[in-house]
C-alpha cells in the first residue's frame, strides 16, 4: 500500500506564496507519476500539475502554468507544488496523489490520494 500526507497549507494573502509537500510512504513504484489536484467549494476536482517520478518531466493546467512549480525529491520520496503569484481562484483543498503508471509502462491511473491540505487566498 501507498501513503501520501499533505503538508503546507494555510492562508495567505492575494500575491503571495505557499509551498505544499506530500510525503510518500509504503510501497514504490519506479514509474509512477505523481500528481496534484484541487477542489474548490461547490466545483469539481481539477488537475493542476504532474511529475514523472523517474525523469522529472512535468506538466501543468493553464490555470497555473508560470505560476506554480512541482518538482520531487527522490530521496525523501517527497512532491513538492511551489505556488507563486496566489490568486483567490486558488482558494480549494490540494490533494496529492500517485499513479504507479506514468504512461509508458502503462496508463496513467491516480489510484493512490492524500488526505488533501486547505489552500485560502484572500484578495
Known amino acids: 500500500q501507498v501513503q501520501l500526507v499533505e503538508s503546507g497549507g494555510g492562508l495567505v494573502t492575494a500575491g503571495g506564496s505557499l509551498r505544499l509537500s506530500c510525503a510518500a510512504s509504503?510501497?514504490?513504484?519506479?514509474?509512477?507519476?505523481m500528481g496534484w489536484f484541487r477542489q474548490a467549494p461547490g466545483k469539481e476536482r481539477e488537475f493542476v500539475a504532474r511529475?514523472?517520478?523517474?525523469?522529472?518531466?512535468?506538466y501543468y493546467a493553464d490555470s497555473v502554468k508560470g505560476r506554480f512549480t512541482i518538482s520531487r525529491d527522490s530521496a525523501k520520496n517527497t512532491v513538492y507544488l511551489q505556488m507563486n503569484s496566489l490568486k483567490p481562484g486558488d482558494t480549494a483543498v490540494y490533494y496529492c496523489?500517485?499513479?504507479?503508471?506514468?504512461?509508458?509502462?502503462?496508463?496513467?491511473?491516480?489510484?493512490?490520494w492524500g488526505q488533501g491540505t486547505q489552500v485560502t487566498v484572500s484578495s
Open positions: 496523489a500517485l499513479s504507479p503508471f506514468d504512461g509508458l509502462a502503462g496508463p496513467v491511473k491516480y489510484d493512490y
Open positions: 511529475i514523472k517520478w523517474s525523469v522529472g518531466t512535468t
Open positions: 509504503g510501497r514504490t513504484f519506479s514509474s509512477s507519476m
